[in-house]
């Protein structure tokens, strides 16, 4: 009979300690106040902070890249007689000539030397009038310099509240509405 009152007497034993750790358990517990406190709990052991803000880190690159297009140029050569030697000459010796025709002695070379300037006068005017540059088109390339940027989001700053402190990480992904902490230090974490 003895054994069979030790052996009650153990289980008695181990109940009021399951019972009294149990107890103490569910005190601790009720004791909480942080939210993260109740996400441990709730979570056998793991502890969250509540994620207040999230500010994506972009990084800027700028890669600047040459564009080309081609343009038609049209351009004007100058004419080959821009002095208009030509008509003038001409003008004058038909000027002369004509004039050459008319009266006799010194009027006769008086005639000749007007005729003559009136001729060179009138051709150089005519071949202003007929003188014409050559208008030539032409293909040319035209390249400039363009500036490309793009923005990159690198990270994330998460601001974060755990046991009543605010607290910043720099994390490599958007974790939600809770991080993961594990003695005050933040843990990636999936949990949204």
Known sequence: ???LMVNVLKAAIAAAL??????CNRSADAGSTGAADTAASADA????GKVVSVDPV???????????????VTHTAPPKDEHRIAGTAIGAVVGGLAGNQIGGGKGKTLATVAGAVGGGYAGNRIEAA???????????????????TSSKIVGYDVRYVY?????????DH???????????????????
Do not use: F, I, L
């Open 130 to 148: 007929h003188q014409k540059g050559q208008v030539t088109t032409s293909v040319e390339r035209k390249c400039e310099t363009v500036n490309n």
């Open 163 to 171: 046991d009543g402190v605010t607290r910043t990480v720099r994390m």
């Open 174 to 192: 958007d974790p939600g509405d809770r991080v993961e902490v594990k003695e005050g230090v933040t843990v990636v974490s999936d949990a949204h």
């Open 18 to 23: 399951v019972t009294g750790v149990s107890a």
């Open 1 to 3: 009979m003895n054994t």
């Open 58 to 72: 972009r990084n800027t690159v700028n890669n600047p890249k040459q564009v080309c297009h081609d343009e038609t």
């Open 45 to 48: 052991g793991v502890k969250y």
